[in-house]
């Protein structure tokens, strides 16, 4: 191979960067004939960094994320340093604001005037971000629809802390990787699994720590909610209950979830009355979001290494009243169609990881 030639192909690849709480996800793609191929990826657990058990949500220091950084980019064979980061939503502070008419030109100050009302630091001390949400009658009909300056705008505000885009930073720079972009893990996931479209759908990203949900129409965030239950809960009530170690605890979560039968009465109930507790979250969220907004939700997609629990779409499935699918983010790359199987499985935890690697992609063209 040329030198050349290795220097476009190592340049055409991307990496997708996710940091879980209790997990590091990462995705390499690249570009060939338009589509998006998928090169490798890989998962690492963050437990081990940190002298807890797999699977839970890990407090980690600094340079022990390095390390374990750098160790899964070893073992899933990346070849490039060119990436896109997530950050956790518990890192940003997301709100909703109205804001009066104003000419486009005030609009920046405007927005921070009203932001500051939301954010309860001083806003020199974070990076704040936002888009106004488009109006729903433009798509009908661009012509009659009142002009933006008569009507005034919702418009979607994100605030990240100074603090943690530094952290994040050091975490980068320590592992040798060239970030190009950070984003809330919200914009990631929406890009990776919702379809272009006028539906309201609801993603449910179901992690170790907390369940997070986000509300989508046309695409667009309208509104997201932390629920503090993850699945590290059910592992750990297991473990308290059944009197077994947390290691115990999830392997039997992972190997037979709700599908253990009467032998795994115990289990199922734990397990049971858990997700119980965040589909009924989850369904105040929506029946809150559909009576505000007049507005049906009509899938549920489901994301998060939670979500991979044995029988899991099946209570889904009882519990709302509506659609529910699982998350197929991989059905946005072009993957080797011997291992589809496969991908399906993995498709809900690697949504981040993609979408984030999607947008890194879009930034060569
Ligand atoms: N096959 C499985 N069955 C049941 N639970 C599973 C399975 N695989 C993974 N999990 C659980 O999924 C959780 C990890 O999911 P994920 O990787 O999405 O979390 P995270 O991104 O690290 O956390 P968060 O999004 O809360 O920061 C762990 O608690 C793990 O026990
Ligand atoms: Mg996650």
Redesign the pocket.
Known sequence: MSFLSSFFKKESSVLGI????????VVQIKKKRGRAVLETYG?L??GPYAGIE????ASVPADKIIEAIKDILRESKTTTGLCGVAL???SSLISFISIPPVPEKQMAEVIAIEARKYIPVPLNEVLLDWSVIPKEDSYVNEEESVKPEKQGSDVLVVAIHNQYINDYQNIMAGSGLQPSFYEI?IFSSIRAVVDQGISTVMIV????????LYIVERGILRASHIINK???D??LALSKAMSITVNEA?NM???Y?LKGGPEYRELTEIITVNLDYIFYEANASLLNYQKKFAKNVSKIIL????????G?TDLAKISFQTNVVYADPFGKLETPAFLTEEFAQAG??FA?AIGVALRRLSELE
């Open positions: 996710d940091i879980g709480s209790s997990a590091i996800k998962e657990a963050l797999v699977g839970r949500a956790p939503l518990s893990e990203d179901m992690g170790a720590r907390s369940t997070k993850g699945s590290q059910i592992t999830e979560k992972r190997t979830g994301t998060g290494g939670g979500v991979l629990l044995k899991f809900p935890e981040v």
